[in-house]
């Protein structure tokens, strides 16, 4: 059974930087594309960012050029840098993934971008 935990939200000010993890525990995280959605208040939760199995990215307009996903298949791990960030990014971030059909989320970790 895959779960999943993030970390590494907090608040930040406005043009400044947080990297979050998303930890996978299970023997699938190599072969699993994995996402990352945000969901702000009073907002549906969205696609942010998307990474394949084989290292090919995917990102959502608002964040390209800001925010890089990236993997560790060795620590099982999946990360989300967040560069330049605005107040329009404040959100809890979720991890994704889908194994065999069964979708897995995270807990989610918040960040808030204020100053």
């Known amino acids: 059974q895959v779960q999943l935990v993030e970390s590494g939200g907090g608040l930040v000010q406005p043009g400044g930087a947080l990297k979050l993890s998303c930890r996978a525990s299970?023997?699938?995280?190599?072969?699993?594309?994995m996402r990352w959605y945000r969901q702000a208040p009073g907002k549906e939760r969205e696609m942010v960012a998307t990474?394949?199995?084989?290292?090919?990215?995917n990102y959502e307009d608002s964040v390209k050029g800001r925010f890089t996903i990236s993997r560790d298949g060795a620590k099982n791990t999946v990360y989300l840098q967040m560069n330049n960030l605005k107040p329009e990014d404040t959100a809890v971030y979720y991890c994704?993934?889908?194994?065999?059909?069964?979708?897995?989320w995270g807990q989610g970790t918040l960040v808030t971008v204020s100053s």
């Open positions: 990474i394949t199995n084989g290292g090919s990215t």
């Open positions: 994704y993934t889908k194994v065999l059909g069964v979708e897995r």
């Open positions: 299970g023997s699938m995280f190599s072969y699993s594309t």
